[in-house]
C-alpha cells in the first residue's frame, strides 16, 4: 500500500503514557510543551487549539466555535461543552428573505453567528485546566510573531482565496509580499499575535468587548450586537451515549449531528457483518448503516429548545431497531436524499499521564469561514450561520439567539467509566461517515488505530449529485468494488488519497501503552507523546 506524502520529521504514531493528536505538527507539538511544562490535558488542548488558529487558518480560529468532551479519571460520564455561538439580534429569517434570498449566503454577515472559540477556551480552563491562558497562549503567540512555515494546505487556500483576503486588514501578514505564500514560506501574523496576546491578559472580555468587539459588530453590519457579543456562548450539557461495539460511545447532542456517528455505529454491529474488512458485506453494512440515519439529520438536528426529538430519544434503540430493520445486506436500501454540508474543521485530541483526556474540534465552517475579516485584529469570523435554513417554521430556522445546526461531530469512548478512545475528524458531512469507518475497523475488524488509518475510504455522493454513488479511494479491493456495484451502490474510484476525507486523530489505550494515530492523508498532522 502506498502512502501519501508527508512533512520530513512528521509522526504518524506516537506510544507512551500520554499522547497529542491534531491536523498539525505545530500544534501537537505546543500540547506537548504544555504537558512538559505541567499542564494537563485541558491546558494543552486549548494550547494546540489556539496554535491550529494560527498555522491553519484554512480550518478554524478564534472567529469559529467549538465543542469538547473531557474525561476526568474516576467519574462515570465525560464532561460536554458545547461552545457554539448564536445568532444575532438582526439574524432575522423574515427580513433575509425580504431581500429575495432563499438560502443565507456563507459570504453575507447573516451566515456569522456570535464565536464561540474564546468561551470555550475559558469554560475548558475553568473547570478542568491547572495554568492560567496567559500561559497556554504562549507557543500561539510566539509563532504569530516569530512566523512559521505556510503548510501546503495554507499555501493552496491562501491561493485560491487571494482575492477576497488580501484587500482585508485581518489578513496582515498572509502575504507578506502581496502575493500567496509558497509551502514552506515564513508567514507570520502580527495583528493575530496582538489579539491573542491581549485575550491571554484579559481573556473574554478582551475578545467580546473593546477593540475587537466593536470590529465584530462593524463586520457584520449589526446582525451581531453588543448585547450578543456580552451573552457567554460557552454551555456545560449533557452527552448522548450508546453501549456498542463493548464500549460506551459519547458524543455532543444537537445541535451536532454526532448522534450520526453512534447510530451508524449500532446499526452496523446488529447488522453483524463479517469482521474482516476486506469482505464486500463489511463494506456494505457500514454504507447502509450510515445511509439509514443520515437522511434523517436536517428534519432533526438544530437548537435543542426548538428540537422535534428529545436528544436523548435520538439512540433509542427501538428507534433504532425500525431502521435496522430495512436494511438488507444483500442489496442497497433507498432512503430520502441528505443535502450537503461541506466544511473547514480541525480536530484534536489529548490524553495526559493522568488519565485526562480530551475531543475537541474546532471550527470555521467553509474554509476560512464567511471571508469577513474582523477588522484589522487578525482573524476571520466564521460562516457557521449558513448551517440555518429560511423555510418557515422550520426548527432550524434562523432566528436571533438560536444556535444553528452543526456539522462538527467528536467522539470519546469508555468501558466502565475508563476512558478507551479519543475519535473524530474535519469533514462537513463526511464526519460521521468517516468515523463510523473508523471505528469499525478498529473495534470489529480489530486494527490498531494507526492500521485502520490506512484503510480505504469511502463517501456516500448522493448528497452531491442525487444518485446512489459511492465513491472510493482507489486501494479498495476490487471484489468490494464489484459486490457494491451488484447491490446498487453505483461505486466509483475517486482520484487517490482524499486529504478532505479526514484528517482523522485517534488516541487509545491508557497506562503506558497510550498510542496517538494521526492521517497520513494530510501532510502537517503529527501524533507526539
Keep these: 500500500m502506498t502512502l501519501p506524502g508527508r512533512l520530513a520529521g512528521a509522526r504518524v504514531t506516537s506510544h507512551g503514557t500520554r499522547a497529542a493528536v491534531t491536523p498539525h505538527h505545530l500544534a501537537s507539538r505546543a500540547a506537548i510543551e504544555i504537558l512538559d511544562g505541567g499542564g494537563n490535558a485541558a491546558d494543552a488542548a486549548v494550547a494546540a487549539n489556539a496554535t491550529l488558529g494560527v498555522v491553519a487558518p484554512e480550518t478554524c480560529g478564534i472567529g469559529g466555535d467549538l465543542f469538547a468532551l473531557i474525561q476526568v479519571p474516576g467519574r462515570e460520564t465525560p464532561a460536554a461543552l458545547n461552545s457554539s455561538g448564536h445568532a444575532g439580534a438582526g439574524a432575522r429569517a423574515e427580513v433575509i428573505r425580504g431581500e429575495g434570498l432563499t438560502r443565507i449566503p456563507v459570504e453575507s454577515p447573516y451566515a456569522v453567528t456570535v464565536p464561540g472559540c474564546v468561551d470555550g477556551w475559558e469554560a475548558i480552563l475553568e473547570e478542568y485546566g491547572s495554568l492560567p491562558l496567559s500561559r497556554v497562549l504562549e507557543t500561539p503567540v510566539a509563532l504569530a510573531e516569530s512566523g512559521f512555515p505556510a503548510s501546503p494546505q495554507l499555501a493552496r487556500a491562501l491561493e485560491m482565496l487571494a482575492g477576497d483576503l488580501r484587500p482585508q486588514p485581518a489578513s496582515a501578514g498572509l502575504y507578506s509580499d502581496g502575493t500567496p505564500p509558497a509551502a514552506g514560506a515564513l508567514v507570520t501574523r502580527p495583528t493575530l499575535a496582538a489579539t491573542l496576546r491581549a485575550i491571554a491578559a484579559a481573556g473574554r472580555e478582551a475578545f467580546y468587548a473593546g477593540d475587537v468587539g466593536d470590529a465584530i459588530v462593524s463586520a457584520t453590519a449589526g446582525v451581531i450586537d453588543r448585547d450578543d457579543l456580552a451573552r457567554r456562548q460557552a454551555d456545560w450539557i449533557d452527552p448522548i451515549p450508546v453501549d456498542v461495539l463493548g464500549w460506551t460511545g459519547w458524543t455532543i447532542p444537537p445541535n451536532s449531528q454526532g448522534y450520526l456517528t453512534l447510530a451508524a455505529a449500532w446499526l452496523f454491529e446488529n447488522l453483524d457483518p463479517p469482521h474482516d474488512p476486506t469482505h464486500p458485506r463489511f463494506t456494505h453494512a457500514a454504507i447502509e448503516a450510515y445511509r439509514a440515519m443520515a437522511w434523517e439529520r436536517d428534519r432533526l438536528v438544530c437548537d435543542d429548545r426548538f428540537s422535534p426529538i428529545d ?60 471571508r469577513i475579516g474582523a477588522g484589522d485584529h487578525g482573524f476571520f469570523l466564521h460562516d457557521r450561520g449558513s448551517g440555518f435554513t429560511l423555510e418557515p417554521g422550520h426548527p432550524n430556522e434562523i432566528a436571533p439567539g438560536k444556535r444553528p445546526l452543526h456539522t462538527l461531530s467528536p467522539t470519546l469512548w469508555t468501558s466502565d467509566g475508563s476512558l478507551q478512545m479519543l475519535l473524530g475528524t474535519r469533514g462537513g458531512d463526511f464526519q460521521p461517515q468517516t468515523l463510523l469507518q473508523m471505528v469499525t475497523y478498529m473495534r470489529w475488524a480489530g486494527l490498531d488505530g494507526t492500521t485502520a488509518q490506512l484503510q480505504p475510504r469511502w463517501t456516500t455522493a448522493e448528497w452531491r449529485t442525487n444518485d446512489p454513488g459511492v465513491v472510493f479511494e482507489p486501494h479498495l479491493d476490487t471484489g468490494v468494488v464489484e459486490a457494491l456495484r451488484e447491490w446498487g451502490h453505483h461505486p466509483r474510484p475517486a482520484p487517490g488519497w482524499m486529504p478532505g476525507w479526514g484528517p482523522v486523530s485517534v488516541i487509545t489505550g491508557h497506562g503506558d501503552g497510550v498510542v496517538g494515530a494521526a492521517d497520513p492523508r494530510v501532510a502537517a498532522t503529527a501524533a507526539l507523546s
Design 311 to 370: 436528544p436523548d430519544d435520538l439512540l433509542d434503540t427501538g428507534r433504532l431497531e425500525e431502521r435496522l430493520s430495512r436494511i438488507d445486506l444483500d442489496t442497497r436500501t433507498d432512503w430520502p436524499t441528505p443535502p450537503p454540508a461541506p466544511g473547514g474543521t480541525a480536530f484534536l485530541c489529548v490524553r495526559d499521564g493522568q488519565g485526562m483526556g480530551i475531543s475537541l474540534i474546532q471550527s470555521n465552517y467553509h474554509g476560512i469561514g464567511s
